[in-house]
């Protein structure tokens, strides 16, 4: 069974607190994808790239890692980077040079699970074909929806619109507590995850940074949180994708994702049945904050 992850891939140029500069390969979607590669799953990128040195290590870097780009990822005229800035504590602040407007991807029904987030899923022009296609997808497959919402390059009406829209196709939605203070200030993510629920998921993943995670399960209304297992901080570049990764890898695993039925199977799940993907999620973040980078554990580093 093949997944799809659709959205930006970009470069990362990392700035130290002491000023030292480094490029790593990113952006959420791609991160994802590179992440489920990792964890042994068959998986493709529909992206949005330029003809430059930039785009070309970008391709070269997901070929290593065993994702493929879908034909129409090549139309870009330079391929995104984003600045990101780290402080002492480890933590990013982000500024983009990008464009996202992909018109072409591949047939809807050669997929089992749809994953998009972050930017492509709400800069336009492309935004409107990610959901056309979206709508297309859900007949034969799961999709799974990461806002990962960066306020530098969308406005807070935009936002909320593309999460309102998207919450309705998504089967499984994974978002940070930092989207949750900019879309609904002052709101519990209890109260959040359970109106986001009431909009189609079956299951709502928050993630609260060092503190873990919170999961709600859409039908039956059960909750839990989950602390973060205990590692030396490096840096929380790519975290959320990682996290986001681990959680689609234990859901296909669980026979959750990946079909119409795996949807039914996942809507009538417990909590105790989701709990092992959320675990495998915190497993892998926890994984890669303590390395340098967006760096995708395999299955034989988690233990």
Avoid at 207 to 227: I, K, Y
């Amino acid at each position: 069974m093949r997944s799809l992850v659709i959205g930006e891939a970009l470069i990362d140029r990392v700035t130290s607190p002491d000023g030292a500069v480094a490029e790593h390969v990113g952006g959420s979607p791609a991160n994802v994808a590179i992440g489920l590669a990792a964890l042994g799953h068959d998986v493709e990128l529909a992206t949005w790239l330029g003809p430059d040195a930039h785009g070309a290590r970008i391709e070269q870097v997901c070929r290593t890692r065993g994702v493929a780009l879908t034909p129409g990822s090549h139309g870009a005229g330079s391929t995104p980077v984003a600045h990101a800035t780290l402080d002492e504590q480890g933590s990013a602040t982000y500024t983009f040079d990008l464009e996202w407007a992909p018109e072409t991807f591949p047939t809807a029904d050669s997929y089992g699970h749809v994953h998009t987030g972050s930017i492509g899923a709400v800069l336009q022009p492309g935004a409107t074909s990610v959901r056309r296609f979206l709508q297309q997808a859900r007949a034969g497959a799961t999709i799974s929806y990461d806002p990962n919402l960066r306020p530098d390059l969308m406005t807070l009406d935009e936002a909320a619109a593309a999460v309102a829209g998207l919450l309705t196709l998504a089967d499984v939605v994974k978002a940070s507590d930092e989207d949750l203070a900019w879309l609904s200030p002052g709101s519990p993510v209890e109260q959040v995850a359970k109106e986001w629920a009431t909009l189609g998921p079956a299951l709502v993943v928050i993630t609260l940074g060092g503190a873990g995670a919170f999961v709600r399960v859409g039908r039956s209304g059960e909750q839990a949180r989950l602390p973060a297992g205990v590692v030396r901080l490096v840096d929380t570049v790519g975290a959320g994708d990682s996290f986001m990764a681990g959680l689609v890898s234990g859901l296909l695993d669980g026979g959750l994702l990946g079909s119409p039925d795996a949807r039914q199977r996942l809507r009538a799940a417990t909590l105790e049945q989701v709990l092992p993907a959320v675990e495998r999620a915190l497993a892998t973040a926890a994984r890669t904050v303590s390395v340098a980078g967006a760096h995708a554990p395999t299955r034989a580093e988690l233990g």
